[in-house]
């Protein structure tokens, strides 16, 4: 049989699994420093549940299945309704507000054109029951240190506000089926066709909506949305971003979040604030997020709610072409063996135990095959992955050892060999090459 | 609508969670000091390829589903099959032997009345491109290895061997047909059936048979085979067994590997040695795997191969049962703020800068509620695991921190509070309490 596998699939081979781990760990490491606890849910679940709010296009994109049970079930698209619904099944009874992060695989159903992946690995993070600019804050600023401590240099976060958007289509006459269409058009970010649809309404409508997606910047932003939209909740939310801002560039974040109320999106949920975060080279945003105050509810757990998702695949691209690499993983010391492999194994074992990875060879080597083999052996576990096609990066093997039957030791280097007492004395020797 | 999960599956909330990501940095801690690379592969593949070598009983197992290609798709059962097709269809002119471990989920079908898990999380090695004796031996004592790394004191991994009972049975006149029927019953330990299946062959089948899977322990279960088993290719694969029990003997392992030919697997694809790691209190294997020398061809990349799998949600319960507990993962130091938070953002991030996790409240709080809150506010992140109904664990909150707007701090204890002079003093405070 051919060996392939769907499209939109990829296996991760272990010099690209290494930089992911690493990569994932980093993203933890911010999380947890937040005090943000880990939380997993299962891979699929009740299609009805995760269709909930999650919107049309997003529903369309579901994985579903029957299970023995007779129950439609779908493999997740993201991880926000799951943790909504686990936060209301089981953790309604602890004390509020909740911090919570995952790194988790989602999966989404893609036309073959558009050439996408199906299945991606997403870290982010939910913030339950509280809700301010200090929670709003507490969100955006999150997104921004898990992105530069990940290693992204060049980044920039955009915040909207998708309440203050409603408010205004609301204010301006639009009618539900017009405020959808807008909804969409905008997250399209298809500011023609949003024109179009807002000339239906009135010229004013046009006018308003257009300088409100087009608003974006520092705290002039809100002045410009401050003009068009009425007294009222508007106002009130528009003060909230406001301080949320300022909030932010007190943390230090002015050169890294910008006001964009051009940003729009395309899950039902949210409510409040929305984020999207951008590098350049990558026309898709990094990581997305919002406000989501009305979802708990929905699960009989009414209360507010944020977050945000990264995509470990696009960040890690990303960070590769801004040059930041990780270094290759350093190799297995290979231990070679003659006529029986007792020794070299015991050696192997102390090598292990003093926190040095060891392979030992499964035949019989000389030491003249054990002098061309260790810098290649382990080239094996290279593997394409972002750097793809820019050369392979192999793990750096720094040298073979030679365990002969009576346990007596043999450092061989590419160009000659030597005697060393035992193990403390290799691995002294290994540390100062 | 009521939040709710297919049966079978679960969410593991924060300190399960901790618990479970500790113990698999242990299991790739162990692989990774072997020279073993981690690779990764997609969560569904072609239910043709999945079931292959699977065995009926795996193969009705798996969920499948149709993808917006018209292809016959399903989440796999398991990892060997994926990775030996992504070995010969990526890594084929890698250097071998390829050592590769994975910490993945999969997925099993299950009847309603099993009660069983329907995805869970393995942790495996498979090493590709090697046999003979010293290749069986590394992947039995990886496994004991890590088991023991994993903080499993008790455990006993009993090696059998396939192809010797093959050859037994063909020996004694089986056809394919009672050869298939036989290895079933083996499988699932049904020695009054298997007697019963080859008196239809003869009484010296039965008894031989009986003999075979009888015999378990030390070399003396080698013995009882040769004595059964006649002169060919049967003596030599016990010639090896024995060679390799000898190395895992050498290598220290005599107290946790024993020979039992009873133990027979239900994938096809197993040739060679089989293993199956057990732990007092749980019925269950809590690791399995062995040698399966064809699976590669069938994908047009002949090697040898044998690897072994454990599950993680397994394993974590055994190791909670034999008493080794996870220290709870320390909470982040709550910093509360009254009039505006600007001063404890800043004080926060330098807590977190310094390597400390801290939290701001998201709303003013007077130094009254944070004495009372502290050691309570993160025991949110509590959630029932493996030691669920025996009293909940609860993060350690050592104090907190308010901060006035002017920036000066003040440690809150549970009694007293007192003022610090800044950062680098609370984190040498908080060292010392």
Tied chains: 1, 2.
């Excluded at 506000?161 to 269409?181: P, S």
């Excluded at 997020?289 to 699960?299: H, K, S």
């Amino acid at each position: 049989m051919q060996p392939s596998i769907p499209r939109g699939l990829r296996d991760v081979l272990p010099l690209e699994a290494a930089d992911r781990r690493a990569l994932a760990e980093r993203c933890r490491g911010t999380f947890e420093s937040w005090g943000y606890g880990q939380i997993s849910t299962p891979s699929f679940e009740y299609f009805d549940l995760l269709a909930l709010e999650a919107g049309e296009e997003i529903s369309r994109e579901m994985f579903r299945f029957v299970d023995s049970d007779g129950r439609l079930v779908a493999l997740r698209p993201e991880m926000t309704t799951p943790i909504a619904r686990a936060v209301a099944q089981r953790m309604q009874s602890e004390r509020l507000p909740l911090r919570l992060f995952y790194v988790e695989k989602v999966f989404r159903e893609q036309p073959a054109r558009l050439g996408e992946q199906r299945e991606f690995e997403q870290a982010g993070v939910e913030l339950l029951g509280a809700r301010g600019p200090a929670a709003d804050m507490e969100v955006v600023a999150l997104a921004a240190e898990m992105l530069s401590g990940a290693g992204l240099a060049e980044f920039q976060i955009g915040i909207g506000h998708v309440g203050v958007f409603r408010i205004l289509l609301e204010q301006l006459g639009a009618d539900t089926k017009h405020r959808r269409a807008a909804e969409e058009l905008a997250t399209a970010r298809n500011l023609v066709g949003l024109g179009r649809l807002l000339e239906q309404i009135s010229p004013e409508a046009r006018n308003s909506v257009g300088a409100a997606v087009n608003a974006r910047g520092g705290p002039e932003a809100i002045e410009t949305l401050r003009a068009i939209v009425e007294e009222g909740e508007g106002r009130r939310l528009l003060d909230e971003m406001a301080e949320t801002y300022r909030l932010l560039e007190a943390y230090g974040l002015s050169g890294k979040v910008m006001l964009d109320f051009g940003i729009i999106r395309n899950f039902d949920y949210y409510t409040g604030l929305v984020l999207e975060a951008y590098t350049p080279g990558l026309g898709a945003p990094i990581a997305t997020g919002g406000r989501y105050d009305d979802l708990l509810a929905e699960f009989g757990a009414a209360m507010p709610a944020a977050g945000f998702a990264a995509g470990l695949e696009r960040l890690h691209l990303a960070i590769a072409k801004q040059g930041a690499k990780e270094p290759a993983p350093e190799a297995a010391l290979l231990v070679g063996w003659e006529a029986e492999p007792t020794a070299a194994l015991r050696v192997a074992k102390q090598i292990r135990a003093a926190g040095r990875a060891a392979s030992v060879t499964l035949e019989p080597v000389g030491v003249d095959r054990l002098r061309q083999g260790p810098r290649e052996e382990l080239g094996q576990q290279a593997g394409p992955g972002p750097e793809q096609g820019r050369g392979r990066r192999r793990q750096r093997v720094a040298a073979a050892l030679f365990v002969t039957s009576e346990g007596r030791l043999i450092l061989v280097g590419p160009e000659e060999e030597r005697p060393v007492a035992g193990v403390a004395e290799l691995l002294k020797e290994l540390e100062t090459e």
